[in-house]
């Protein structure tokens, strides 16, 4: 059997390191589970009153990932209230609550802590 591959044993073992680099820095960045990776691209960014027991929730349909009193997670078809309030039914009082960057009014904070 001949081989098909003609470069010596170091180029084919750089060959492999590439590829398993490239393939896990493309998965690990997609998959990341980490608020302070994934806030730049967050869409829903809440400061809970108290820790989360849980490093990953699903809460009013949305997929949350909290570390401590932080959770972030990604933009949902529903409005904002109702994903505030389905974060609030999971974890508690919510401290502050922001959508794309901008923070909640204050009223609507209110209501979603009610």
Not at 12 to 31: C, M, N, P
Not at 87 to 103: C, M, P, Q, W
Request: aromatic share 6%; net charge positive.
């Amino acid at each position: 059997m001949t081989n098909t591959l003609s470069l010596p044993r170091s180029g084919k073992l750089a060959i492999l390191a590439s590829a398993v680099l490239y393939t896990g820095l493309a998965f690990g960045v997609v998959t990341s589970t980490t608020p302070a990776n994934a806030a730049g691209g967050a869409y829903y960014s809440a400061t809970l009153a108290a820790p989360a027991g849980e490093t990953t929730a699903v809460a009013g349909g949305v997929a949350w990932t909290c570390a401590g009193t932080t959770c972030v997670a990604n933009k949902a078809s529903a409005r904002p209230l109702r994903v505030c309030r389905g974060l609030n039914r999971k974890f508690g009082e919510i401290a502050a609550f922001r959508v794309d960057g901008a923070e909640l009014a204050a009223d609507e904070l209110a209501k979603c802590n009610a």
